[in-house]
Structures are given as C-alpha cells and as structure tokens.
C-alpha cells in the first residue's frame, strides 16, 4: 500500500513528509520503497509560538487547543502537497504531530507525552485514514514511548554485520543497538537542540551550518565539564528525553559562574557535549559502524568528534539505502503499515514495556474504515 508518513522533529524546523509503498507484511519480509520525501516550513507565526509554548515556557488550555487545530491544518496541508508531488493516490497517512511536551520523572520513568497537530484536520485535508499519536500506548504499558525509531532499526540491524548501531541527531540524540537477540533504543541526551539555540542567541542564525563555528571554537573543558553534570547520563537504558530537560535555560544554568565562551568556543563546547554523551551511551555496546541520520548527520564536525569518542567508523544511513534527511518520514510510515495489520509498532523490552504493543489511534478517512487481517511481525525489512 501506498503510505504517507509525517512529522515534525523536536528541532521545529518544518514538518517532514515521505512517500513510501510498502509491502510484503503478509509474509514477513517488508519492502519499503521510497517514492518521495519532503519538509515543509512551519509558518512563522505557528514554530513562534510552539517555540513559546515549549518548558521552560507555558501555554493555556486556550492556546493549546489553537495550536493542535493549526498544526493539523499544516500537517494536513504539508501531506496533500507532498502525495501530489509524489503523483501516486495514497491509501493510509500517519502523523507523528509535534511534540509539546514529553512527561518523564526524574527517576526516568515516562508518564506520558502530547503531540499537536488534530488529526481531523488531516482527514480533512486528506480524505484518508490517519494513523496518530503512536507514542502514548506504549508508555501506558510501561515503555518510554520513544524513541520509536528501534522498530524499523531492529530490523536494519539483522541483515548488518555484528557492532552496528544506528544514531538519529535531530534536536535529541537517539541511538539504536542490539543487545543479543533484542533491540534496545534510547535517547542519549542533546543532538542540535542546545546548539541550535545557543546559535541563534548569539548571532541569528538558526543553526551552525556545517559545523563551521564548532570546527573553528576550542572545547572548554570546564564548560563540558559543567554540561556534563547532570543525573539523565547516569539514568540505565532505555530511557528518553527532550526539550523539557534540555531546554533553553540548561546551558546557562550549567555554566553558572564559569567563564563566558566566544561564540565558536561555546558551540563548538556543545558540539562536543553532544559528540561525547554518544559515544558514552553507545560504549557499552562495542560498536563497531554506526550509521547516523537526521539533520545533525549534516554536520561534518559533529560526526568527525563521535568518531573519535567513539573510536568506531561513523558514516550516514545513506549506506543503507536511506537518505538520513527523510528517514524519520519512512518511518512513521513504516510505524502506521504496521498498525494498519495489527503489527506491534515496539518490540518487547525496545523502550521498556514488557510487552509488544499496537501503537497510535486510527482516525477513518473519508470511507468507512475496513482494516485487513492482522499480520504477524516481520522479521526483515529491505529498503529498495
Ligand atoms: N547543514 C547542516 N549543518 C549543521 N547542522 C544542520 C545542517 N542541516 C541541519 N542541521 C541541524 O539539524 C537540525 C534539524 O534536524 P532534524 O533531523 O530535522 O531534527 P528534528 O527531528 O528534531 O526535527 C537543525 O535544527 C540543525 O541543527
Ligand atoms: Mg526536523
């Protein structure tokens, strides 16, 4: 079936769309076969006040309703545009939405998480059946609800050699690895999140394009150190993050007292920040390759001090027949195929719950809402 997956990224940089046929469910081997990919602005005025909506800010119930029903009106907008570019009729939508808010405990337990954009307004936009709000069922059966990119991982991994791991750097890092027989997906802490907006405070930009300001700074190693010096690193995996913890008063509620950095310094302090919780995370694994995605696998200098910390060949999942820009859109559209044939969209133990769990809400479409006959979980997955 032809699926359309979408989403919009702790980062807020703009809605992701990607295009996908997948089959095969029926007898274990999934083929996804990338038809077309593409991100869409938020419009200024929505990223604003997302942005102003996001802890440490604050936002009321009036507020929030507003931006679920514009969020779903872009995401639907975005989706229309991108099946029209992709000049194929789509049969199922997924929506990952924005995310608000991600409710963890200090202790590291998620309680729950909320992702904006109404679906109704996408089958409005749409006619279709969209598949919603995948992260909220397994954190009700004990997982962390994220990340949920350990699905289509795990089934990467089992055609890759031994000591291979995948790494997505969006606004929050999140690794994937195999542990024996099982899958294990965690967040690492920051990838761009700190960055980006450190970038933006100090010189307007949005980010730190190529890495350039962290290959021309010098790490302060008393600054890493400060950043360094927080009880998430010590949390055991699988555990998950976000812009909650990692917002845009913690670098200078870490730096507290110590010397002020030049622009490039402090970036190029985040960068490494990013580089060596990482490594950190991925060492107890003895990773061998990593493969990295995500708008940070854009950033030369981000990837070339994870290589070192990591003593390990980092390279993109473009190796793997993925460009690591649209991944994410694959997989939410992976994620909703699944759902779509009653196929657990986590593994046992992938974040935490104890058992395999069908995520998200389906909302009908225009027709009445016929599902197949549910499949049994796929034990491959090729990306032709
Ligand atoms: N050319 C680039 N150089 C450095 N960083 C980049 C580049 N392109 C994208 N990024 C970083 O990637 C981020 C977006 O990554 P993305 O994977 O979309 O994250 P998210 O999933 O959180 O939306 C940007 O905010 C920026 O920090
Ligand atoms: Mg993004």
């Not at 089959?23 to 997302?50: C, F, N, Q």
């Not at 405990?105 to 969209?130: E, F, H, K, S, W």
């Not at 069922?137 to 995948?166: F, V």
Request: contains cysteine; hydrophobic residues 45%; negative net charge.
């Amino acid at each position: 079936m032809i699926i359309a997956g979408s989403i919009s990224g702790t980062s807020i940089d703009g809605i992701d769309v990607a295009v996908a046929e997948l089959t095969g469910i029926e007898t274990g081997a999934i083929t996804l076969r990338p038809i077309h990919a593409a991100t869409y602005p938020w419009s200024d005025g929505i990223r604003d006040r997302l942005l102003a909506a996001l802890p440490p800010g604050s936002c009321d119930a009036g507020e929030l309703c507003e931006l679920d029903v514009r969020c779903g009106q872009e995401i639907g907008a975005a989706i229309s545009l991108a099946v029209r570019a992709a000049g194929v009729a789509a049969d199922l939508i997924v929506s990952h939405g924005q995310t608000i808010f991600h409710w963890v405990r200090p202790t590291g337990v998620a309680m729950g998480c909320i992702q904006l954009g109404q679906p109704a307004y996408i089958v409005q936009a749409t006619g279709l059946p969209v598949v919603s709000d995948l992260r909220n069922r397994d954190i009700a059966a004990g997982g962390q609800g994220a990340p949920l990119a350990g699905t289509m991982d795990g089934l990467l991994l089992r055609s890759l050699p031994a000591g291979s791991a995948l790494l997505n750097l969006g606004g929050i890092a999140n690794v994937t690895v195999l542990q024996g027989d099982s899958v294990l997906a965690f967040d690492t802490g920051p990838a761009n999140c700190l960055i980006d907006l450190a970038v933006q405070a100090r010189t307007g930009q949005a980010y730190d394009r190529d890495g350039f300001l962290a290959a021309t700074g010098t790490v302060d190693i008393l600054a890493l150190t400060g950043l360094l010096n927080d009880p998430y690193f010590s949390l055991e995996p699988p555990k998950s993050t976000g812009r909650e913890h990692f917002d845009r008063e913690y670098v200078a509620a870490h730096l507290a007292g110590l010397s002020p950095l030049s622009d490039a310094d402090l970036v190029a302090t985040l960068t490494e920040f990013t580089a060596v919780t990482v490594a950190d995370s991925l060492r107890p694994f003895g990773i061998r390759q990593l493969y990295a995605s995500g708008g940070g696998a854009q950033n030369p200098a981000m990837l070339a001090r994870i290589e070192h910390h990591l003593g390990a060949p980092v390279s993109t999942t473009a190796a793997l027949g993925l460009d690591p820009d649209t991944k994410e859109g694959y997989l939410m559209a992976l994620l909703g195929y699944l759902t779509w044939y009653g196929v657990p969209g986590v593994l046992s133990g992938m974040t935490g719950s104890a058992t395999p769990r069908v995520l998200g809400r389906i909302s009908p479409g225009d027709q009445p809402l016929r599902l197949p006959e549910p499949a049994e979980p796929p034990t491959r997955l090729t990306v032709t």
